[in-house]
């Protein structure tokens, strides 16, 4: 289990979720890890090892910049994201910031500050870039995801054969905001609606796991996907295509 010796990575929001899986997973193929997220708390509780962790807040570009301008850095996974799926009429420009900033910006200056020295970038976006929801208003959340995706191809062209860029474009994904914010919030009629929704609409009859969006990132990032840039891969349990 070594396909990321020696090489490091920077990982944003490394402290749960899908960052922490990503975290583990490189971890465990022996890479080094720079992990970048705003909870120091949730940082400091951390044991992996070859494993530095920076608190920062990604909105606050000057302390970003300072965090990671002299970094040696293999490897990027950008993996902060945000969403806020008010009705159009309801959406502030205090969200429409955010998540441009965030979902967009956040990726391209890291790319940027580090790309001297990439060799792999994974930017993680979501399968809201493809496919909405009825009853679930995503406008501009949905705008910046095809933005990333639409990113990602032109980096793959514009920095190859040096540097590869690739995409992963999860489904729903079982994360504690997951399970905070959107399961944890519903009645147990609610719930049953949710688990007959999840097998009528994925062929794999289930959400994700965080584990199963790191495994898909160790691939694109280790140099088994050598030839692999300008893709977005679909990690969703067949979501997208139904």
């Known amino acids: 289990m070594d396909r990321l010796t020696g090489k490091t990575a920077l990982i944003t929001g490394g402290s749960e979720g899908i960052g ?10 022996g890479a080094n890890l720079v ?17 530095r962790t920076v608190a920062v807040d990604l909105n606050d570009e000057d302390a ?16 902060v994201g945000l969403s806020h799926m008010p009705p159009l009429a309801e959406l502030t420009k205090a969200q429409f910031d955010a998540m441009v900033h965030l979902n967009l910006r956040v990726p391209v200056l890291l790319t940027q500050l580090l790309c001297d020295r990439l060799t792999a970038v994974v930017n993680i976006s979501s399968y809201w870039a493809d496919k909405m929801v009825a009853g ?36 729903s994904i ?6 905070r914010v959107y399961l944890g919030q519903m ?14 609409a994925y062929p794999a009859q289930r959400i994700g796991e965080p584990g199963d969006v790191a495994e898909a990132a ?21 979501l997208t295509v139904r």
């Open 136 to 171: 679930r208003p995503s406008s501009v959340y949905s705008a910046t995801r095809g933005a990333l995706n639409s990113l990602t191809k032109a980096l793959a062209n514009e920095l190859g054969p040096r540097v590869r860029v690739n995409a992963i474009a999860p489904g």
């Open 174 to 179: 079982h994360t504690p905001t997951f399970e």
């Open 64 to 79: 970003l910049v300072a965090a990671v301008e002299s970094l040696d850095v293999d490897v990027l996974v950008n993996n």
């Open 218 to 238: 160790v691939y694109l990032a280790s140099d088994d996907a050598r030839w692999v840039t300008g893709t977005v891969l679909q990690v969703d349990g067949g």
């Open 35 to 51: 992990l970048l997220a705003r909870d120091k708390r949730k940082l400091d509780a951390l044991t992996l090892t070859n494993t």
């Open 20 to 29: 922490l899986a990503i975290a583990t997973a490189f971890a465990r193929e």
């Open 187 to 200: 009645t147990a009629d609610q719930r049953a609606d949710y688990e007959h929704y999840v097998h009528s």
